[in-house]
Protein backbone atom coordinates (compact mmCIF):
# COMPACT_ATOMS: atom_id res chain seq x y z
CA UNK A 1 0.00 0.00 0.00
CA UNK A 2 1.12 3.43 -0.98
CA UNK A 3 1.47 5.93 2.05
CA UNK A 4 -1.36 7.51 -0.27
CA UNK A 5 -3.60 5.62 0.51
CA UNK A 6 -2.97 4.72 4.41
CA UNK A 7 -3.36 8.75 4.48
CA UNK A 8 -6.25 8.47 2.47
CA UNK A 9 -7.83 5.75 4.78
CA UNK A 10 -7.15 7.46 7.54
CA UNK A 11 -9.15 10.72 6.44
CA UNK A 12 -11.93 8.24 5.15
CA UNK A 13 -12.10 6.85 8.69
CA UNK A 14 -12.15 10.30 10.34
CA UNK A 15 -14.80 11.57 8.21
CA UNK A 16 -16.78 8.62 8.89
CA UNK A 17 -16.98 9.10 12.80
CA UNK A 18 -17.28 12.71 12.43
CA UNK A 19 -20.47 12.12 10.29
CA UNK A 20 -21.89 9.40 11.74
CA UNK A 21 -20.71 9.61 15.57
CA UNK A 22 -20.42 13.69 15.45
CA UNK A 23 -23.46 14.40 13.47
CA UNK A 24 -25.76 11.19 14.42
CA UNK A 25 -25.90 10.69 10.37
CA UNK A 26 -27.08 7.18 10.75
CA UNK A 27 -28.24 7.66 6.60
CA UNK A 28 -24.61 7.98 6.00
CA UNK A 29 -23.71 4.29 6.72
CA UNK A 30 -24.13 3.48 3.21
CA UNK A 31 -21.51 5.82 2.28
CA UNK A 32 -19.21 4.71 4.62
CA UNK A 33 -19.77 0.97 4.90
CA UNK A 34 -19.42 -1.75 1.73
CA UNK A 35 -22.29 -3.74 0.90
CA UNK A 36 -21.05 -6.51 2.51
CA UNK A 37 -19.66 -5.12 5.85
CA UNK A 38 -18.97 -6.78 8.54
CA UNK A 39 -18.53 -5.76 12.43
CA UNK A 40 -16.33 -8.40 14.51
CA UNK A 41 -18.01 -7.87 18.36
CA UNK A 42 -16.88 -10.74 19.82
CA UNK A 43 -16.22 -14.37 18.65
CA UNK A 44 -19.31 -15.28 20.63
CA UNK A 45 -21.50 -13.58 18.64
CA UNK A 46 -22.83 -12.92 15.31
CA UNK A 47 -21.16 -10.37 12.84
CA UNK A 48 -23.08 -7.43 12.23
CA UNK A 49 -24.34 -6.19 8.79
CA UNK A 50 -24.64 -2.71 7.84
CA UNK A 51 -28.10 -2.98 8.93
CA UNK A 52 -26.88 -4.63 12.27
CA UNK A 53 -24.69 -1.96 12.44
CA UNK A 54 -27.21 0.53 12.24
CA UNK A 55 -29.56 -1.08 14.64
CA UNK A 56 -26.23 -1.24 17.26
CA UNK A 57 -26.01 2.45 16.69
CA UNK A 58 -29.74 3.42 16.96
CA UNK A 59 -29.69 1.32 20.22
CA UNK A 60 -26.98 3.01 21.85
CA UNK A 61 -27.72 6.33 20.86
CA UNK A 62 -31.42 6.05 22.54
CA UNK A 63 -29.96 5.16 25.54
CA UNK A 64 -27.11 7.43 26.41
CA UNK A 65 -28.31 10.27 24.46
CA UNK A 66 -26.07 12.57 25.10
CA UNK A 67 -23.07 10.30 23.60
CA UNK A 68 -20.06 11.87 22.33
CA UNK A 69 -16.89 10.14 21.04
CA UNK A 70 -13.17 11.18 21.04
CA UNK A 71 -10.82 9.56 19.16
CA UNK A 72 -7.82 10.00 21.00
CA UNK A 73 -5.34 8.23 18.74
CA UNK A 74 -4.79 6.60 15.08
CA UNK A 75 -2.92 4.10 13.31
CA UNK A 76 -3.05 3.75 9.86
CA UNK A 77 -1.44 1.11 7.69
CA UNK A 78 -2.51 0.34 4.05
CA UNK A 79 -6.24 -1.09 4.35
CA UNK A 80 -5.56 -0.79 8.35
CA UNK A 81 -6.63 1.77 10.80
CA UNK A 82 -6.70 1.09 14.56
CA UNK A 83 -8.21 3.89 16.15
CA UNK A 84 -8.49 4.38 20.40
CA UNK A 85 -11.55 6.67 21.65
CA UNK A 86 -13.39 7.71 25.08
CA UNK A 87 -17.29 8.06 24.53
CA UNK A 88 -18.96 9.85 27.00
CA UNK A 89 -22.83 10.44 27.80
CA UNK A 90 -25.43 9.86 29.93
CA UNK A 91 -27.75 7.10 30.73
CA UNK A 92 -31.32 8.21 29.61
CA UNK A 93 -32.90 5.74 28.32
CA UNK A 94 -33.15 1.43 28.47
CA UNK A 95 -30.39 -0.06 27.72
CA UNK A 96 -30.02 -3.75 27.00
CA UNK A 97 -33.01 -4.44 29.41
CA UNK A 98 -32.09 -2.00 31.79
CA UNK A 99 -33.91 0.75 32.64
CA UNK A 100 -32.15 4.62 32.65
CA UNK A 101 -30.11 5.54 35.47
CA UNK A 102 -28.99 9.41 34.95
CA UNK A 103 -25.71 8.36 35.68
CA UNK A 104 -22.84 9.37 33.92
CA UNK A 105 -20.86 6.84 32.02
CA UNK A 106 -17.62 7.01 30.07
CA UNK A 107 -16.11 3.93 28.32
CA UNK A 108 -13.28 3.24 26.51
CA UNK A 109 -12.83 1.79 22.95
CA UNK A 110 -9.91 0.30 20.60
CA UNK A 111 -11.37 -0.35 16.77
CA UNK A 112 -9.79 -2.09 13.95
CA UNK A 113 -11.02 -1.46 10.37
CA UNK A 114 -10.15 -2.63 7.31
CA UNK A 115 -10.79 -0.62 4.08
CA UNK A 116 -11.83 -1.96 0.56
CA UNK A 117 -11.49 0.95 -1.61
CA UNK A 118 -13.38 3.66 -0.13
CA UNK A 119 -15.46 1.67 1.86
CA UNK A 120 -15.21 0.41 5.56
CA UNK A 121 -15.49 -3.81 4.99
CA UNK A 122 -15.09 -4.90 8.01
CA UNK A 123 -14.50 -3.36 12.07
CA UNK A 124 -13.31 -5.62 14.89
CA UNK A 125 -13.41 -4.12 18.75
CA UNK A 126 -15.94 -1.46 20.26
CA UNK A 127 -16.60 -0.30 23.96
CA UNK A 128 -15.85 -2.09 27.03
CA UNK A 129 -19.55 -3.18 27.92
CA UNK A 130 -18.31 -5.03 31.32
CA UNK A 131 -17.31 -1.69 32.30
CA UNK A 132 -20.14 0.18 30.89
CA UNK A 133 -22.45 -2.53 32.50
CA UNK A 134 -21.18 -1.71 35.91
CA UNK A 135 -21.01 1.98 35.51
CA UNK A 136 -25.37 2.03 35.15
CA UNK A 137 -25.22 0.16 38.01
CA UNK A 138 -25.32 -3.85 36.62
CA UNK A 139 -23.58 -6.59 37.80
CA UNK A 140 -23.11 -10.05 36.95
CA UNK A 141 -24.57 -12.94 38.57
CA UNK A 142 -22.92 -15.87 38.14
CA UNK A 143 -23.28 -18.77 35.53
CA UNK A 144 -22.65 -21.65 32.98
CA UNK A 145 -23.22 -19.21 30.64
CA UNK A 146 -23.41 -15.59 30.37
CA UNK A 147 -25.22 -13.08 28.52
CA UNK A 148 -27.09 -10.30 28.93
CA UNK A 149 -30.09 -12.02 30.71
CA UNK A 150 -27.00 -12.98 33.28
CA UNK A 151 -27.09 -9.22 34.46
CA UNK A 152 -28.71 -7.57 37.07
CA UNK A 153 -29.11 -3.88 38.07
CA UNK A 154 -28.25 -3.27 41.51
CA UNK A 155 -30.84 -1.58 43.80
Do not use: C
Amino acid sequence: MSLVTTAANEARLRQYLDEVWGRRALDALDRFLSPDYRRHTSPKQRQLDRDGQHQRLGMLWSAFLDANLTVEAVIADGDLVAFRSRSRGTHRGAFAGFPATGRPVEVHLVDLVRFAGDKIAEQWGGPDFLDLYGQIGATLVPGPHVSHESWKTLE
